[in-house]
């Protein structure tokens, strides 16, 4: 069995609630004589069906610390545990098997696929999987209903408003029903107004149990969820419940 069949057999078993387990996760750079320390000793446990938050200024380490929680990049040190599996234990066919069965990430600039419809963006990541072409419709248009865009499934994203496509980025990752939502700012790029309706999505998601993770800058929308983590200069300078007072 792969390890990735045995994060899932684990999660069928319900034998840990803790979904992501960090100890002292480092990320350094050389740069010229210099050690950028974009992460200094990061550690943290994030449960199933929880909503965290983590904000910060820019270079406060919110890019890193994306890119290795989505497993896009290594650490240079520390241990990281996803749904029970050691990452750091995987290799690259491994990692992009986890990211796809296990992550679905959602970004402030849509990443969608310019000249396939709203239908075909949802199914791209089902490619990468031996089920059939029926059922991968059938899937992306189901992830379609649940972000109420099933009357714009034949759409090009240009024909979509920002609001509708970053609809579209949202079931384009849960068309894999993964265990995370990984949201990078996402709703950096739309309006206020917008902005609000993608974020009472994300409600009605977390309700239905869905674990998501949003990484931003903006008070106002780390604190829609149930729990905020303040970065600083690669470190967590405060975990606090949603809601609590900054200082």
Not at 132 to 155: C, F, G, Q, W
């Amino acid at each position: 069995m792969s390890s990735v069949d045995e994060s899932a057999a684990a999660k069928d078993a319900g034998e840990d609630s803790v979904l992501i387990r960090m100890q002292d996760i480092r990320k350094h750079y050389e740069m010229g004589s210099q050690i950028v320390r974009a992460l200094d000793g990061i550690s943290v446990e994030i449960g199933r069906g929880d909503w965290v938050s983590f904000i910060g200024s820019s270079g406060s380490g919110k890019s890193t610390f994306l890119n290795i929680l989505g497993c896009l990049d290594r650490p240079s040190g520390g241990e990281y545990f996803l749904n029970g599996v050691y990452v750091e234990e995987l290799g690259a066919n491994q990692l992009a098997e986890i990211r796809n069965r296990e992550i679905g990430f959602i970004f402030q600039s849509f990443n969608l696929l310019p000249r396939a419809t709203a239908l075909g963006n949802v199914m791209q990541p089902l490619v990468y999987r031996r089920i059939s072409y029926r059922r991968r419709k059938e899937m992306a248009m189901e992830a379609l209903r649940r972000v109420r865009l099933d009357d714009r499934m034949d759409h090009l994203p240009n024909q979509l408003s920002g609001g509708q496509r970053q609809r579209v980025a949202i079931a384009r990752a849960l068309v894999t029903e993964p265990s995370i939502l990984l949201a990078d700012e996402p709703t950096g790029n739309l309006d206020s107004r917008t902005g609000a309706e993608i974020m009472q999505l994300f409600d009605q998601l977390h309700r239905e149990g869905q674990t998501l993770i949003l990484v931003t800058h903006e008070e106002d929308v780390a604190g829609l969820g149930d729990r905020v983590i303040e970065l600083l200069d690669g470190k967590i300078i405060r975990d606090r419940r949603a809601g609590e007072p900054l200082h």
